[in-house]
């Protein structure tokens, strides 16, 4: 065993990817805090060390705190509802119904398509005066005021989806739901799967009903699947960038901007590096912080 | 649930809820990608219309013949062409790069093996905009700015390959190695001969995902190119929806031209894929 396991053949297996992993992920990850000390422009040959000036400068930034604050808003938004929907179709999937496949495959299938489809497709759907979505809120809004006059505005299906600084940040979030559900969808399905078949029968042979069970079994069972996707959904939510960069660009009055593409627009619409990389580092430690958080809330007791 | 006799009773009124709900879902999460399909064949003045129509009526591939037309402007040809060999080339690679240094985590012993290994599923936690600044800056220092090694270089260094695939060789019995390693085999033989051949359903589930990601990239390709025919579809589709944004039958064919080559494979693949998922967390 030892001969033919030398470190030099080890090396060899290992060189391809160790430097590829050293240039594009380790020393980038020091690079970034380091570039976040300097006012970095992006065409300067001599950057100028600054110290923590950046992380003072974000503090007292309005619109980073207007990022923030909307960053959160949508983690807020899609990571429960998102996973709630996740769980409502694995849980429909278990059922094991006719056609099951085909649900699966259709639940699916937004989660394979790129940021950009997904946007131009909804911002289609959401155009004010052609959008299906507008179209069909018509209908149920018309049905609505025949049934009970005065209850629904005729209007309400005229509603100008991104445009309007109350209604952009709530549809990216529904598109943003709808391109994901299925991706934990199946880590649920998984996590449904492994729950022990005994346990569920033992709880029926008492009496108990199919909500019962849920409650009382699947879901307590069901909980380090719960954490992970929570934790996933809110790491991923918290970097929301191609939609709201596709969509809006972070309007209408900065409704929609979030901490990704505040980055961006300072980095690269600005060419301010170090104060774009201070801005990906504060993002970094606040997800951190978080994720900690959810961890020490919703973590298996023992 | 229940599934054993003497429970027919299975088909209750909930159940039938159940079912309709289902139907009603599916229908509800296919919808915008039919009415993507739908609209882009539709002729230019059937697009607008008070009321949407589902089936287009006369179809016609007049949008997607446009697509080619604006080349000058607009290379199209060129952005699929772009797109199909990155993922290509970055997925080859990746299985490359990754099931090597998996093997020698997996197999071969040397110092400091736990620790790096360590180290490399640590950064899987590392959101990826957090090293996006530093990650330009060092491709543009390469001089790989506008280019296809800056484009298909850095997306090599997958964290999540090598644990995927290092998981997967463990589970390899040491028996088969041993059989040739007695024979007479070095290292790279029994890498080669042996374990790749049993690791085919995990290198394949690695190379699907790993597609579908370079497909899909979009931030990357974007501040990493500005010559327009260096770019690839999904940010050629942003350009694209930017001058034409109210052609919406244009901009779907785009659109579609985009999605197509992921919607094949999928419905090729969607086993392995929803198995894959399943067994390791990550979402395409």
């Not at chain 2, 999928?266 to 392995?272: D, E, G, P, V």
Request: net charge positive.
């Amino acid at each position: 065993m030892k001969k033919r396991n030398s470190n030099l053949t080890a090396a060899m297996f290992l060189l391809p990817y160790g430097i590829l992993f050293t240039v594009f992920v380790l020393i980038p990850v020091f690079y970034g805090f380091f570039v976040s000390l300097h006012k970095w422009h992006i065409l300067s040959t001599a950057p100028q060390f600054v110290g923590l000036t950046n992380y003072r400068d974000i503090l007292s930034d309005d619109l980073f705190r207007v990022a923030f604050l909307r960053t959160a808003y949508f983690v807020v938004m899609t990571a429960p509802l998102g996973n709630m929907l996740s769980l409502l179709l694995a849980v429909g999937l278990m059922q094991d119904f006719k056609g099951t496949p085909v649900y699966k495959v259709a639940f699916y299938m937004p989660v394979v398509m790129t940021v950009s489809v997904v946007a131009v497709m909804w911002r289609w759907l959401y155009s004010t005066e052609f959008g299906m979505l507008n179209y069909y809120l018509g209908c149920f809004a018309h049905f609505g005021h025949a049934v009970v006059p005065g209850l629904v505005s005729a209007q309400s299906a005229h509603i100008p989806w991104l445009s309007n600084p109350g209604t952009a940040m709530p549809a990216i979030a529904l598109m943003s739901i709808w391109w994901g559900a299925g991706g934990n969808m199946l880590i649920y399905l998984a996590g449904l799967k492994a729950v022990p078949r005994e346990l569920l029968e033992a709880a029926e042979v008492d009496g108990a009903g199919p909500l019962q069970r849920f409650w009382a079994v699947t879901w307590p069972m069901l909980r380090p699947t719960t954490l992970f996707c929570m934790v996933m959904s809110v790491i991923s939510a918290s970097q929301v960038f191609g939609q709201t960069y596709m969509l809006t660009g972070g309007g209408p009055y900065y409704s929609t901007l979030t901490v990704v593409l505040y980055m961006y627009q300072q980095g690269f619409g600005l060419y301010q590096l170090g104060y774009a990389s201070a801005v990906a580092y504060v993002l970094f430690v606040a997800v951190f912080m978080f994720t900690l958080l959810q961890f020490k809330l919703l973590a298996v007791k023992r | 649930m229940s599934k054993g006799k003497g429970r027919k009773r299975a088909i209750s009124a909930g159940s039938i809820i159940a079912q309709v709900a289902m139907i009603l879902g599916a229908i509800i999460m296919v919808a915008p990608i039919l009415w993507m399909i739908s609209t882009s064949l539709k002729q230019p003045t059937a697009v607008l219309t008070p009321q949407p129509h589902w089936v287009p009526n006369p179809p016609t591939l007049e949008n997607f013949a446009g697509l080619f037309t604006k080349s000058e402007e607009f290379p199209v040809v060129r952005w699929f062409i772009n797109s199909l060999f990155i993922s290509c080339t970055v997925t080859l690679l990746v299985l490359l790069v990754t099931s090597t240094a998996a093997y020698a985590f997996a197999r071969l012993q040397f110092k400091g093996r736990e620790v790096l290994f360590m180290v490399v599923v640590a950064t899987m936690i590392i959101p990826g905009q957090v090293i996006l600044i530093p990650v330009f800056l060092i491709v543009q220092k390469l001089g790989w700015f506008n280019t296809y090694l800056g484009l298909i270089i850095p997306g090599l260094a997958s964290a999540f390959g090598v644990f995927l695939l290092r998981q997967f060789f463990m589970t390899i019995p040491v028996e088969l190695e041993e059989a040739a390693y007695v024979d007479g085999a070095g290292p790279f033989t029994v890498y080669s001969r042996v374990i790749l051949p049993v690791a085919k359903p995990a290198l394949a589930t690695l190379a699907i995902f790993t597609f579908i990601g370079a497909w899909n990239e979009f931030v990357w390709p974007l501040i990493i190119t500005n010559d327009i025919s260096m770019r690839t579809l999904p940010v050629g589709l942003m350009i694209f929806q930017g001058r034409y944004s109210l052609e919406y039958g244009t901009v779907m064919a785009a659109a579609v031209l985009c999605s197509l080559p992921m919607v094949v494979a999928f419905l090729i693949f969607q086993k392995r894929i929803t198995e894959g998922i399943a067994l390791t967390g990550i979402k395409g």
